[in-house]
């Protein structure tokens, strides 16, 4: 079974800052996605980036970008020059991918969530 | 709103009585998920369907939950004699065919909506 693991319950960043929020996770398989969902207070869950686990190269966009370590099994998120707006709760999920075409999707594991606040 | 929607949002009930939740995912995606949300937790796996074939159900779906997807559009999810531990919030994702091509060509991704809030008093 696979399992995810974010350690860090909470965190907090300046405005305009960096910060990076940590993530691992445990599997046997070789194929598979990794995810960081942002979900704001009160407010739907969103994806903020994804990196397919055959790929060597981190995945970025715009602020957003992962450290992937695959032997390590770690999935780390850096976030730049952090904005007020980027205040939530960040979710890392893994999906394993299906053995063939047309097999059964599988569904998101998802951490236990780190809470981000980011101070003026 | 072309967004995944959820009906209701929020849902006070008594224990023992019967809940329906409504979810109407992005216009022809064909895969649906439903997750649980309780407080402090990631959301956790409850079922797929793919059209309307539940594919998959995690074992926390006891039998006194039931989900369809009769025209493989809507969801509907039932929770029979509701129990304070069934207090959550339940999530519904949709999720489009990724294109021709093989396992690696979707984009596999998830959009989800804004969830019911379920409290059983």
């Known amino acids: 079974a696979q399992t995810v693991t974010q350690s860090q319950p909470e965190m907090s960043v300046q405005e305009a800052e960096t910060v990076t929020l940590s993530c691992t996770y445990d599997?046997?398989?070789?194929?598979?996605?990794l995810f960081w969902y942002k979900q704001p207070p009160s407010r739907q869950m969103i994806l903020v980036i994804r990196q397919e686990a055959y790929k060597q190269q981190n995945a970025t966009e715009n602020r957003f970008s992962v450290n992937f370590q695959k032997a390590a099994k770690s999935f780390s998120l850096k976030i730049s020059d952090s904005q007020l707006g980027d205040t939530a709760m960040y979710f890392c999920?893994?999906?394993?991918?299906?053995?063939?075409?047309?097999?059964?999707?599988?569904?998101?594991?998802f951490g236990k969530g780190t809470k981000l606040s980011v101070k003026p | 709103d072309t967004g995944v929607s959820q009906d209701p949002r929020h849902k006070i009930t008594k224990r023992g009585q019967n809940v329906t939740f409504r979810c109407d995912p992005i216009s022809e995606h064909n895969r649906l998920y439903w997750y649980r949300q309780t407080l402090g937790q990631g959301p956790e796996f409850l079922t797929y369907?793919?059209?309307?074939?539940?594919?998959?159900k995690s074992r926390l779906l006891s039998d006194r939950f039931s989900a369809e997807r009769p025209k493989g559009s809507f969801s509907t999810l039932e929770i029979q004699r509701t129990e304070q531990g069934d207090s959550a919030m339940y999530l519904c994702?949709?999720?489009?065919?990724?294109?021709?091509?093989?396992?690696?060509?979707?984009?596999?991704?998830?959009?989800f909506g804004p969830g019911t809030r379920l409290t059983v008093t």
């Open positions: 369907f793919q059209n309307e074939a539940q594919l998959e």
């Open positions: 999920a893994f999906m394993k991918l299906p053995k063939n075409y047309g097999g059964s999707q599988g569904n998101l594991i």
């Open positions: 599997t046997s398989e070789n194929n598979y996605y």
């Open positions: 994702a949709s999720s489009p065919r990724g294109p021709s091509g093989g396992p690696f060509s979707g984009s596999y991704e998830q959009y």
